[in-house]
């Protein structure tokens, strides 16, 4: 089975994000939307795979994690949320996860924490 987790890891905000500060999706029952709504209500409350899998299962009905995670899925760093909405994302040492917003003191602080894992979100674009 494969795994999405990290631990003891910041996902940056994308290179090419669009914003400066951490903006909300405003679009209902996008991906973005349903990923920021878990993570917002409980902060380091599940892992990346648990929270992959949330959403496809409010998104497809009931999925289970043997099927979701045969085939390998995309981590966080391509999330919606580090890609367009400026948003970073701290897996702590158990691998769960929050959101940081990159203008917050906690993403500064976290950037320049040299026990802290950084891996950059995907970009965007390919230039």
């Known amino acids: 089975m494969h795994t999405t987790n990290y631990t003891n890891t910041l996902i940056t905000v994308s290179p090419d ?3 400066a500060v951490g903006t909300p999706p405003a679009k ?3 991906v973005a939307e349903r990923q920021y709504a878990l ?3 409980a902060p380091y409350g599940m892992t990346s795979d648990e929270l992959l899998l949330a959403v496809e299962c409010d998104r497809k009905g009931l ?3 043997e099927s979701f995670f045969t085939k390998p899925q995309a981590c966080l760093r391509a999330s919606p949320l580090v890609k367009k909405h400026g948003y970073g994302l701290h897996h702590d040492a158990a ?3 929050a959101l ?3 203008e917050s003191p906690d993403y500064a ?3 320049a924490d040299p026990a802290i894992t950084k891996r950059p979100g995907m970009r965007s674009s390919r230039v």
């Open 17 to 19: 994000c669009p914003v």
């Open 28 to 30: 209902p029952g996008t």
């Open 39 to 41: 993570l917002r209500a």
């Open 63 to 65: 999925v289970t994690a």
């Open 95 to 97: 691998g769960r996860v």
């Open 100 to 102: 940081v917003p990159v």
């Open 109 to 111: 602080r976290m950037l």
